[in-house]
């Protein structure tokens, strides 16, 4: 898998818009780019995954760079519920599991 | 609930016991994954199983686990002789075959090796 660089911690305001950084400049040209959440004493949870143009659903949008090397996770209107670890993944193509990482630990303030 | 479901949620159990956990996964996924995760850190991929096939194990911690998905739908994980570095959340996680990265994790076993 392609090793992604995440910060540790990012504290956000409530009703704030929350970015959240992600380097995985190894990746490859058909490697996706996954994130996922964990909300304290919860499995994972799937957000969004994206190739190299944006997305956005229902939970969060999707910016990947031009040249792939970085992306941001983006909560338009960050809630307490919002607070947990996120983490981004870049699974191999040709394996089966996913790398989880440290991740960033978000912390979403009133 | 037509989500991953583990059981149970929480074992405690002593040095040198035998522990086996439950998933059952969403009923129309092919892959079924079991991850551990210690404090602090993410999940780490254990094995996973392509209907009832294990197609992934060399990742297994040792020789004392071992998992099973006889008929294709629910798995064990199984854990002999525990040992109180076991002491873990086990995960289970279950996925489409066409989309192995989008997966549906399940609450978790918590195990306590005393």
């Known amino acids: 898998d392609a090793k992604t660089t995440q910060p540790p911690s990012m504290d956000c305001a409530e009703g704030r818009a929350a970015n959240l950084p992600c380097n995985h400049s190894?990746?490859?040209?058909?490697?996706?780019v996954y994130w996922y959440r964990q909300i304290h004493s919860q499995g994972p949870q799937y957000i969004i995954h994206g190739l190299k143009n944006n997305e956005t659903n229902e939970m969060a949008s999707l910016i990947i760079t031009e040249d792939r090397k970085s992306s941001t996770l983006i909560l338009p209107h960050a809630t307490l519920r919002d607070t947990a670890v996120y983490y981004c993944i870049v699974p191999n193509n040709a394996g089966n599991m996913l790398t989880f990482g440290g991740g960033t630990r978000l912390m979403v303030k009133p | 609930d037509t989500g991953v479901s583990q059981d149970p949620r929480h074992k405690i159990t002593k040095r040198g016991q035998n522990v086996t956990f439950r998933c059952d996964p969403i009923?129309?996924?092919?892959?079924l994954y079991w991850y551990r995760q210690t404090l602090g850190q993410g999940p780490e991929f254990l094995t996973y199983f392509q209907n009832e096939a294990q197609l992934e194990k060399s990742r297994l911690l040792s020789d004392r686990f071992s998992a099973e998905r006889p008929k294709g739908s629910f798995s064990t994980l199984e854990i002999q002789r525990t040992e109180q570095g076991d002491s873990a959340m086990y995960l289970c996680a279950s996925s489409l075959l066409s989309a192995f990265g989008t997966q549906y994790f399940g609450p978790g076993t918590r195990l306590l090796v005393l």
């Open positions: 190894t990746i490859s040209g058909n490697e996706y």
């Open positions: 009923s129309e996924h092919n892959r």
